[in-house]
């Protein structure tokens, strides 16, 4: 008896789950600030230009000229003063510094205890993903079962699914471990 089409697509519906989740595990990650500059930081930030909200990638480049100075150049020098106004209201941790061509942002450096802290977030991060990842395992192998109980599949072709559905959770578990210390590494790194 061949593995059905509905026990396939549950195992793919788990797999795409699991890397939608390891897209948003980096996207969340990359906005959390290390101590270094990383135009990343400022992703959220939207300006008011034009007579709407825009997002800061649109209306200005964004460049790391030194380890903790972050430079935004406008393209058009007009909405300088909204891109002002916009990285105040963001609360990126410092300040921007308006030149009248272009503003740069110095970050402080990170106090021991702030990096700390840090790190609790990104462990509690980690685990929400594992968490989440966990619960797409379940839900994939509970999906098998029912297709084995309801007898569409073979015994030999629930061990095997459920083997496959274990090594994928083990493969993304192991990555969310290494991008959650690897992040840890860069916060601590002073």
């Known amino acids: 008896m061949p593995v059905n089409e509905a026990v396939s697509a549950a195992v793919s519906k788990m797999e795409e789950a699991m890397k939608e989740r390891m897209a948003r595990l980096a996207k969340d990650m990359s906005v959390m600030r290390t101590g270094r500059a990383n135009p990343m930081m400022l992703e959220g930030v939207k300006v008011e230009a034009y007579g ?40 990126v941790g410092a300040m921007p510094q308006n030149d009248g061509k272009m503003l740069r942002i110095s970050l402080p450096m990170m106090t021991e205890d702030r990096r700390k802290d840090l790190v609790k977030v990104l462990k509690k991060l980690g685990e929400e993903f594992r968490v989440g990842v966990r619960n797409d395992r379940q839900e994939a192998l509970n999906k098998v079962k029912k297709s084995f109980q309801a007898k569409e599949i073979t015994e030999d072709d629930l061990r095997g699914l459920e083997t496959r559905i274990q090594k994928t959770t083990d493969s993304f578990t192991k990555q969310i471990d290494d991008q959650v210390a690897a992040k840890e590494k860069e916060i601590l790194t002073i």
């Open 52 to 91: 709407s909200l825009v997002p800061l990638k649109q209306v200005a480049a964004v460049s790391v000229p030194e380890a903790r100075t972050l430079e935004i150049r406008p393209w058009d020098p007009g909405t300088l003063q909204d891109i002002e106004k916009a990285l105040q209201k963001a609360d």
